[in-house]
Every structure is written in structure tokens, then in C-alpha cells.
């Protein structure tokens, strides 16, 4: 095997995020507590932290200025493309519906397997907010001080508490606020594919004892090791994919290029 | 196999490893003794002397029970790394806004240790390293070393390739001017407060009433079992687990991987009994990664340390961007490649060379180690083919023979490259020597500021064998949260019980990187005096 890490697409994060996808809106764990830079590569990297919170629920909040926050995405995974179908129309829609909903709160279909249907609420106080999302009593107080601590980081420019590139820091003050919430349970250990393999080296020759290629055995695409480290971080969403084709290709034509039973 | 503590419970789905059974209860009939405090505190390293300190500064009665004895105890470290600290500003450092430190240690990491420990690291381990000096002398004062300091003209802000490092290590690791000394002046402020401290008395198992973690069960010398209640709470400061090679090979197994099982690896630390003990007593391990210091690195640099010169595998080949984290980055890659010696080369530009190396963990401080390379490599240059061997000063090191020649094939030569191997030895020099020119490093990316053409004669090469596996200590532990209770099942805390050092996760992950040389000691000196404060305030 690689030695690793070995990475998994999904299975270390916490948060599959609901509406508002991998974007970097503050985020608060079951007692209302901000836990992560919500920048931080977006759902993969803002994940990692939510995988370690306690159980419960964990809360994404934003206000009414999130369409020009959205502007202020990276194009990572699990990011919104504002130009997509369900992109800022879309979710102006759902959100429109969640201010008309109160406490019931706007219902989507999120498409990802697995999710079902999902809720978005909204409200013109973030007490009325923090009670729709289940926060109460000592959680519901950490949840406004949290968010009333997020602002006045947002308003120095500079996160002192995460670190979170303050072009990301907007704070949360234009009604009405909105807020999805998730469950942790059941979410870290779900994910599409594994990404760790054999060991193998330049030419994709899988590697045995000693770091020694075994002759005649190559491995690509997720069967092998060394395309991914600590987790499924994508400088360019899709790139596992871009991987196993470039390599498989790569592979296929050095394979090709052997007179047979060659020492390769 | 990895154990995750789960598998002490009712849905176990593996076999629980040898290393974590949990022991036979000891009765209360074999108790010689009991002993109660506000604060028991297992383990008297860094961590733990911290925390009996600010405990009993804070009021709280403390009982401290460490496995050494108190003449003879083993502190580790030659030196620590903070942030801030009164004597680095009084000497010139730069103040540094905390929350830098946090974004850099966070990215290091990939977002997978946890900010609120770090925070905490960043804002207060400078005030906490004035605290720890309060009651040394002047003659100690004086003979703390800052290295890397004066920083090179190109220093700047610190970013290093592609990260950033801080000044504020502090070298002291001399005879006058120690760790251990640091430690027994603390131990005895905490002593006059009315800190007991049993010297010599192992912690066996954690005492548990409802849920709550109640004290301590030892054992002296003797064999004889104490008991130790705590009021409070229970500090796990007991170290690491580098010793104990089953538990080694199942919790850090990118190293069983990278060894293919083989040898033997391991540390200078301890057997995890600290982390053992919180296991059984329902706490749970961080999920990492699980970072050592050290045992990802494939081989020993040599005399031009973890400088970013260029490295070439046993088969002549370049395999990675010599300047990412010092030795542990590029240590990441040595350690991946096929068997057989790693090497570095240079040439006779060393020392402006040298002047583009960053002040982390394994580099040189130009400011006092350049007279001593210079002797050798005089020496190395006019040795002949047989080589001229170079003693590294770390303990367990054998010489190892060093070679220098006028021109690429007779350096490969001397160094046993033969045949393609060779060829390939010289071709990965004309091409890197391509890339420095052209000032883009098109095959690794390295920052173009580090890539310099090997070009003036004599060239230099220093061999060692690829051997992974060794380190000082392991860096992960129990899962903590932000007041450094251990967490157990649905990451709940677990009342009455903490860990801090060695014991506890959350601090390092990807690996032993140092944007601040020594700061594993620096966190641990910080967080175990916060421990202190934090279980004395309930």
C-alpha cells in the first residue's frame, strides 16, 4: 500500500453543507460555537473541522447579502456555480419561499445521494433564527454571541479567532437572516470513492517489498497511491477524474511501447 | 488495522490489539495509601510541571505523580518556540499578530488540527515563556540563544517557498542553560506553593466513579499502589508513545507502510501508558492524521542540514522540491523512495547558498554553524577518492564518508553511482542546473529563490541509506477539546478527566512541521500551564 494518508472523496468531512454548498458562510456546532475558518478550501477543508465537533447539528447562517458574498467563492468542490441552474436563481427562489415559511422553514430537494429533501429558514431576527434552526437556552445565547463575534470581526477585517481571509469575512446584519442546519451523524464515513492504492512509481508500475516494481504489474486511477494525500482537495474540481485519464492513458502507452516480457 | 477505542464497547467490530487490553482492575484492598488534591497531575515533562505550577499559583492543591526519579528525571528538548516573548521583542524579533500564526499552522495541516488549541497557542505561549523565566538568573537569561537571529537580508516576512516561518526559538540546551533547569525552577515554585510531588510512582489506571474520573491508581518502586484523588480533575501529561512499537505500527501505519513492517521503529519517548490509561477510562483518539517527529523522514541530511540543495535518489534521480518544510517536507519524499541512498549535492556557492534557508526544525543557523563547514569541507575537498568522513553529532550516528570532485561523473563515482545510475546523476544535475537558469522549477515547483545551478567546482556529496521509522516522539493522542478535556464516545467530554502534550491530539497531524522551531515543546509548555489554571478555576 501507499503509505497515505490515504484520502477518500467525502469521508472525512462532517458537513455536507446544505444550500449554500461548500461556500465560506459562518458556521456553528451544536452549541452554537464557530469551529473552523470557514474559508478554508471550501467544503473538504471546512469539513475536517466539522467531523470533529460534537454530535448534533451543525448550522450554516447568512443574511440578505449573500448573493454578492457568493461572489467571493473559490471554484472548489462542493462550491455554488452562480451560473447554473440551481445557482443564484434557484436558491433566490428557495429563499424567497423560506421568508414567506417561518418556522416551517423552505423545503428543496438536494440531489446528492443520500441527502433527500432538505430545509432552508429564514427570519427577520437571528433569536427567531437561532429558535428555527433548535437552538435553546445556553446554545441559542452562544449562538447569537458567535455570530455577534463573527461581525465585529468582519467589521476590523481581521479574523483573530480563525484566521479567515478577511476578503471571505462579511458580516451578518442585513434581514432577513437565513440559516440551514444538518445532523453529523451519519455523514462522516459516507462519501463516493476511496482515492488511496498500491504503491507505484513514475511509470505507474506498482511497487512490492523495498520499494522494488513487481514486473509486469502497473496500477491507475483509484487502485493506486501518490495522487492524493490528506484528503480529496481539488485546485480543480474533478481532478481525480482528470487523473485516472491522463495516467491511464500514460500507462496505456507505455505498456504499449514494451517488446514483451521486457524488463520495464 | 487501526484501533480507535471503539472497540472496547459493545459494537466491536475488530480485534481489540494487545496494546490497548485494558488491565485487571486493582481492588481497593491492594491500595497501601490514599492520598487528595483539588488536582492530580500524571507526568512532570512540560506539560505537566506547567500545569501544577499555575494550578497551585491559582490556589489549588496539587499532587503531582511522575514515573522518573526527581535528581535523575530525563526532561526532553534543547530548546522551544514561541510567539511574542518579552526577551525575543527585547532582543529585536518582530511582533507578530497571533491569528498569522493560526492561518499558517492551519494550512500546514490541512484544517485537521484543532484551532481553538492552537489559538491559544499563538496568543499566549510568549507570555507563558516570561512566566517560565521569572525565577531564573540573569547567567541562564543570558545564555538563551535565539537562532536564526540576526535573519538574513532576504528574511522578509518569513514566507519560505511555499510557507512562512516565525523567529522565536530559543535555543537552551547547554549545561548552564537547560530545559531540565527551566522545569526544576518551575517544579519548585509549584513545590512551595504546596505542590506534592511523588517522584518515582508510575500511573497505572484512572479511578472512575459514574462516569467521572475521580483519581489516580500508582505504583511506586516497590510495587506498592497508591491512590490519588482528585477534587478536580486529572491531568494526563504522561508523554508519548514511541516506545511502545505495536501501538507505533497500528495508530501511525503510514509508517508500518513505509517500513513494509520491518526493523524496528520507535522513539525516545514513552509506551503510551498516558494515552492508554484515558483509552480505558472511555476516551477516545484524535482521528489525526497522526503525526511523529521524525519518523516520516526517509534519511539523515547530513552537514548541510535540511538545506534546500538538490536531492537525488539511489538511482540518480531528482524526486522532489528540496525547500517544502525543511526536512520534514522533503523528508516526506525520501522516505517514498525506492531503497538504497539518498543524496545531496553542492557546490563551492555554498555559503550564499546557505544565506536562502529558513529558520525551521533541522536547518542550519548560518550564524554559528558556517565555521565548522567550512573545516570539512576543506578537509572533504582535499581528501582523495576514499572520501573524508564527517561524525554527526547526534547520538547513535555513525561517521559517514563524504566526497567532493571537479566535475559531475567523477562525483558519481565516488559517491557509487555506476552505469545508468551515474548517467542519470549527471543528467539530474544539467537539468536542475536548466531550471535554476531559467528560474522556473517546471519538474517540482520549487520556489525559484531556493533553485540555484550547481556550478563552481568542487562539487560536494553527502550519501545516507533511505531507513524511515525513527523519531524522537509521536505527536497525537487522546481527542481534546478547547479546555483540554478528553472527549469520549459522540466527542463528549469526559467529566473530571484532561490531557495536554504528548497525551493529546489536536495539535499536530500532517506531520512534525515547525513554522517555529521547538513549538511541540512551546504547546506543551502553554497549553499544560492553561490546563493548570483551567482545572484550579472549577
Redesign the interface.
Known sequence: MDPGPRATDGGGIGDKSGIMGGTAFLRLNEFGKRYTDEGFMCMVGVGSQAARQPEGKLSTVWDAGWREELEYQATEHGNIDIYSERGADFIAGILKEAAASGEKGADYLDERPGMGIRKVYAAHTLELLAEYLGYSGESRDNFLASVARYNDLAHQGRDEDFAKDPIFLHPIEKPPFFGSVEQKAGKVGNFTVTLGGLRINSQQQVLGEDYHPIRGLYASGNCSGGRFGPDYSTPMPGVSIGIAQTLGRLAGLHIAGLKSEQED | MTYHGADLGTNSVRPVPEWALPPEQIKDSQILAEYSADAVIIGAGHAGTCAARAAAEAGASVIVIELQSDEQQWIFGIGLGVLNAKLGLERGLPYY????L??EW?IRH???T???LI?QYARRSGETFDWLLKPMDREFINAIRIPFYPPPEYFGNGTYGKFRSFLGAYAIGDKKCNLKMLMKASQKIAKDRGARFFFEVSGEQLVTENGRVTGVIGQDRQGRYLKFKAKKGVLLSAGDFSRNEPMLRDLC???D??T?GKGHIGGMGWDGKGIRMGLWAGGRLD???RATDGG?IGADSGPMGASAMLRLNEKGLRFTDESFTAVVGMGSQM?????GKITVVWDSNWRKELEYQMGEHGNLDINVDIQSIEVLLDNVAAADAQGYPYADPRPGRSPVYMYAADNFTELAERLGYKEETGENFVKSIKRYNELARQGVDEDFAKDPRFLHALEKPPYFGFSAPKRPGGMTVTLSGL?INENQQVLGE???PIPGLFASGNCSG?RF??DYTTPIPGCSIGIAQTLGRIAGEYIAGL
Open positions: 499578530e497571533p491569528s498569522e493560526l492561518r492551519q490541512l484544517n485537521k484543532n484551532p481553538d489559538r501505519d503510514d509508517l507502510c513505509l513494509d482521528p489525526g492524521p516520516g522516505s517514498r523512495q525506492p531503497a481527542r459522540g466527542f463528549k489536536g497531524a500532517m
